[in-house]
């Protein structure tokens, strides 16, 4: 406990606050345009998601560590590592999705337990890709590698998806409420993709040929 108590500021202090702000005001600005130009319910919620997409941007670069080739032998493991930056983060994320939703005006904002789902699901599935490309990389900052692959994946997924397994459908399509099944197993998903690749990847000894 000592160990990841000492770990705090020091790790706060290099979480890349800059990306996250650039893409937090990105979002809100994406959030606050059905209310600037008056636009009905089906934009309201295409510009929520947009909203929702470019924070996850901004977490693709959570777990870059400049110095982890420093740092990596400390005693402390990678997946308290990779948690504690997750949970300096989420105040903020909380605090952000907060005034995204609250931007949407309310004659116009999707059911908030769904969406909310939604949301979280994209911020696991970017912390879960981050954690894939530190666990199977040696690049110390992969943030700008898992951004384009999130960027390509939420431009890819709506046109390989089945039509009967569509994730990104509207508040008033019949698929609503299964859709919303199969967010709640993408962040299930997420999760268990998050927690594999947190563990500290096995190294294997290198055996000499004798000639």
Do not use: K, Q
């Amino acid at each position: 406990m000592r160990g990841v108590t000492a770990l705090v500021v020091p790790v706060f202090r290099a979480l890349p606050w800059r990306v996250l702000g650039a893409s937090a005001a990105a979002g809100l600005l994406l959030a606050g345009l059905p209310r600037l130009f008056g636009l009905n319910a089906w934009w309201a919620l295409l510009l929520l998601r947009g909203a929702v997409l470019a924070f996850a941007l901004g977490l693709a670069f959570v777990l870059d560590d400049p110095a982890r080739h420093t740092t990596a032998p400390v005693p402390t493991r990678r997946w308290v590592r990779h948690a504690l930056r997750a949970a300096l983060v989420a105040p903020a994320a909380g605090v952000w999705w907060v005034g995204a939703v609250l931007l949407v005006p309310g004659s116009l904002r999707p059911p908030l337990a769904d969406v909310t789902l939604e949301a979280g699901a994209v911020f696991a599935v970017a912390l879960a890709v981050a954690a894939a490309a530190v666990h199977r990389t040696d690049e110390p900052t992969p943030g700008t590698l898992v951004a384009a692959t999130l960027l390509a994946s939420a431009a890819l997924t709506p046109l390989l998806l089945p039509d009967d397994w569509a994730l990104f459908v509207s508040v008033t399509d019949e698929r609503w409420g299964p859709a919303h099944d199969r967010w709640g197993m993408v962040l299930a998903g997420a999760v268990v993709v998050w927690g594999v690749c947190g563990t500290e990847p096995v190294r294997r000894r290198g055996v000499r040929a004798a000639f």
